[in-house]
């Protein structure tokens, strides 16, 4: 007869110790992989080499702009100029339009980002947070317009900037002069308020909550009120993602200033810089020169609002 063991009896079984995990001290570290490390080197050298890809125009840009006119032209091409000079630079403030250029341009991009930022955000907060009839089919129709392509909508802008009533001698239907053509506001108008701005905004106030409108409602506050107060002071990143595509894109705009102005002095930017290639020759140091004066307000913003118009882009457009 096989005796009971007693629950008090010590067991025949030896307990496996516990082994150290991760989590516990002096557990063991895992070395690191050699596919982990390979992968990490793989993806720097790919970065690396598409930007130098990038940088290379810039580059010869940058070269072109320090030659005289024997060295821009000898062969084979140098990258690195032998006797680096600031002709092109002289030339192009003393005798080309570039000063005025720049002034037109930047009067027109600062009205672009002015519409934009007020227009284009409270639009978006608009289409977000407020329930009208209509909202949807209007948003469709806002991003509809975004689809129709800018050369399609030429002549229906001349017309109608040129038909604006009791402006640049037209009367009270708009006949009879040229209404804002060849102005800084006939040149801004068509910037002012970009649908695609509309819909960053839109997906940018979407991710954020209801409850901060719901408290304002509560305590009385306008419908106005709780987009200026509330919401704006949160929505600095998509508000200077918004302000460098508007200045980008007034400030590098070409065909309609060219379709809109008739005289030199309203000459914005990229129309002085195509002088440089309507005289039949080429004139690529000054042209290269302009370019460089052209790009520093554009590099001096990005660089000012790199981390919002980061932090904006991967908020407006990523999420919703």
Known sequence: MTASLSPLAPSTERSTPPQPTDQQPGARRRAPSHSGFSAGWSRTVIVGLVTALLMIPFMWMISIAFKGPTETYSYPPKLIPESPTWENFV???????LSVGMVNSLIVAVLAVAGNCI???????????????????????????????????????????QDVPLVGGND?????????????????????????????????????????????????????????????PLAKPIVATIAIL???????????????????????????????????????????????????????????????????????????
Not at 91 to 97: L, Y
Request: charged letters at 10%.
């Open 91 to 97: 030339q192009v403030w003393t005798v080309s339009n």
């Open 119 to 161: 227009g284009a955000v409270a639009a978006g907060y608009a289409f977000a947070k407020i329930d009208f009839r209509g909202s949807k089919l209007l948003f469709l129709l806002v991003l509809a317009t975004a689809m129709v392509p800018a050369v399609v909508q030429l002549i229906p802008l001349f017309l109608l900037v």
């Open 172 to 232: 009270v239907i708009g006949q009879g002069g040229t209404g804002l053509l060849n102005t800084h506001l006939g040149l801004a108008l068509p910037l002012l308020i970009q649908p695609l701005n509309i819909y960053l905004a839109r997906q940018y106030f979407l991710d954020m909550p209801d409850e901060i409108a719901d408290a304002g409602r509560i305590d009385g506050a306008s419908e106005f009120r709780i987009f200026w107060n509330l919401y704006l």
């Open 246 to 320: 508007s200045f980008t894109g007034a400030w590098e705009d070409f065909l309609w200033p060219l379709v809109s102005t008739s005289s030199s002095s309203m000459q914005t930017l990229p129309l002085v810089l195509s002088s440089f290639t309507s005289s039949g020759a080429v004139q690529y140091g000054p042209m290269m020169a302009s370019a460089i004066v052209a790009s520093l307000p554009v590099v001096v913003l990005f660089l000012l609002t790199q981390r919002h118009f980061v932090n904006g882009l991967s908020a407006g457009g990523v999420k919703g």
